[in-house]
């Protein structure tokens, strides 16, 4: 999965991406950057969630 890495200022691949809630009810994947390491999020949603989690 893509998501924006803020220490790359560009989209990178996300390591090991886990669906978490927010505390909004809605659906965001956290995981880290394949290059740097640093923790990156990406909101989702609740399909794209759902899919994740099968
Ligand atoms: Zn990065």
């Known amino acids: 999965m893509e ?5 790359c200022k560009a ?3 996300m390591k090991n ?3 978490v809630r927010t505390k909004k009810g809605g659906y965001m994947a ?3 950057c394949a290059k ?3 923790t990156m ?3 989702m949603s609740k ?3 759902e899919e994740m989690e099968k």
């Open 3 to 7: 998501a924006y890495c803020v220490k």
């Open 11 to 13: 989209k990178s691949d």
């Open 17 to 19: 991406p886990k669906v």
């Open 30 to 32: 956290k995981g880290s």
């Open 36 to 38: 740097c390491d640093t």
């Open 41 to 43: 999020c990406r909101m």
């Open 47 to 49: 399909e794209q969630a």
